[in-house]
């Protein structure tokens, strides 16, 4: 079984920063991509960030400058760090691995990020 633990969401003025984190636990072989969505009412769940085990990144067009995922792959955990705070980044954020071979995917709970205008 694998554990996804999120942290770090919360109520910020639009301009400000948040760090989210995400630490994996549990039947973990080889995390090859950690990444994180969000998902905002009445809307689809779609990629802000993922990051390979190597380090190659990608973004969402929309937060790209202002967003900046890591990881730290001793720890097995995943960092967002959010600058420059919209409104429209309001929504909940999802970690997300994908383990093995396979590519096994993994979700964690959801953390709550809101910015207000």
């Known amino acids: 079984q694998v554990r996804l633990v999120e942290s770090g969401g919360g109520l910020v003025q639009a301009g400000g920063s948040l760090r989210l984190s995400c630490a994996a636990s549990?039947?973990?072989?080889?995390?090859?991509?950690m990444g994180w969505y969000r998902q905002a009412p009445g809307k689809q769940r779609d990629l802000v960030a993922a990051?390979?085990?190597?380090?190659?990144?990608n973004y969402a067009d929309s937060v790209k400058g202002r967003f900046t995922i890591s990881r730290d792959n001793a720890k097995n955990t995943v960092y967002l760090q959010m600058n420059s705070l919209k409104p429209e980044d309001t929504a909940v954020y999802y970690c997300?691995?994908?383990?093995?071979?396979?590519?096994?995917?993994?979700w964690g709970q959801g953390t709550q990020v809101t910015v207000s205008s």
């Open positions: 990051i390979t085990r190597g380090g190659s990144t």
């Open positions: 997300n691995i994908k383990n093995g071979l396979m590519l096994t995917q993994f």
């Open positions: 549990g039947s973990i072989s080889s995390i090859n991509v």
